[in-house]
């Protein structure tokens, strides 16, 4: 029987930055700027960081309303 990730780390308890593959001395970037760009004009979204309790620096792109003129 092959054994899967899940059988692996039954177990081991994972934190969200192991989860998602990202090394424990770099920031944890949860999406990236081209995925919160927006696909029709391109209006470019805006940068939040955070800081976990455990010092650890947390960075999302988030994603601007605001009317597309290319859809107007």
């Known amino acids: 029987m092959l054994a899967t990730d899940s059988d692996r780390r039954a177990g081991k308890p994972q934190t969200l930055g ?3 593959g990202y090394a424990p001395d770099g920031p944890l970037e949860l ?17 939040y960081t955070h800081f976990s309790p455990g010092g650890r620096e947390i960075v999302i792109w988030i994603p601007q309303d605001h009317r597309c003129v290319k859809r107007a």
Do not use: K, S, Y
Not at 31 to 47: D, F, I, K, M, S
């Open 18 to 20: 192991e989860a998602l």
């Open 31 to 47: 999406n990236t700027a081209e995925q919160a760009t927006c696909h029709v004009c391109g209006h470019e979204p805006r940068l």
